[in-house]
């Protein structure tokens, strides 16, 4: 039997950093979104202790020990005391270090995979402690949909979906090192604006203030690497409700009403490799673990 799990990708609607933590990370507050660019990682079983994985295409990610979805496959199997194995396959869509949240994806469909494969004893508060542990973003992709995220991002509330935009998302040549894009912030100093009404809208509701969001990051990053500067203003030159550089980057995203204009805009960044997609809601997005006959 196979198990199959598609996993989503996600841009950072807000990200606000207010300041560097005691263990060294940065302490934030964010707004996730889950669009509609896709992974897919499939799970066999595999002799005990045995966690191989193949990436496609060849390249696309690392297939050692140390990717998060053989990190995710071995700290379920230790944390539900089971002597099992894997043979993992990814097939890889989502541009890798481009602050989309690929690698994290991966690590939450390994989790929900490998619990349905084995037949974990797995509530989603133990694949939440898990999904944290193994990095920021991860836990965002167990809840799916828009999510708020506090602490290193990976404390998040589940909000209600978001209407039904699209964005166009514009990956750049290279990965951006997310530690580099911080190391960036740090060296010029935070300017964010302190006010938060986003943080107001996730209390109260009502219509979302697209003008107020905002990446904290994104001066730092633009500054450091200009591509990006560039990317941000063809995309601004499209007219999206907003364009920002999601999470540490590279891809930067427009924001768009509807497929139409979505459509429209890719079109004219054409020469930039541009993805359009949905915006997805919760159920859409959420993680499901299906069972193939081999």
Known sequence: MTIVVACPAKVNLHLEVLGRRPDGYHELRTLFAAVGVWDELALEEAPAGVFELSVVPAGAAPEGPENLVVRAARALAAAAGMNRGARMTLRKAIPLGGGLGGGSADAAAALVGAARLW??????????????????????????????????????????????????LVPGPSPISTAEAYRALDERGLDGDSDCEILEWVAGGGEFPVGRCRNDLQPAVAARWPEVAERLARVRATEPMLAMLSGSGGT????????TDARRAAVALAT???????????????????????
């Open 119 to 168: 037949g974990a004893d797995a509530t989603p508060r133990d694949l939440a402690e898990l999904a944290a542990a193994l990095g920021a973003d991860v836990p965002f992709f167990l809840v799916g949909g828009a999510g708020w995220g506090v602490g290193r991002g990976s404390e998040v509330t589940p909000l209600p979906d978001l209407p039904p935009w699209w964005v166009v």
């Open 252 to 259: 930067v995203f427009g924001l768009y009403r509807g497929e």
């Open 272 to 294: 930039a490799g541009p993805v359009a997609a949905p915006v997805l809601g919760r159920e859409a997005s959420r993680l499901r673990a299906s069972a193939q006959e081999d």
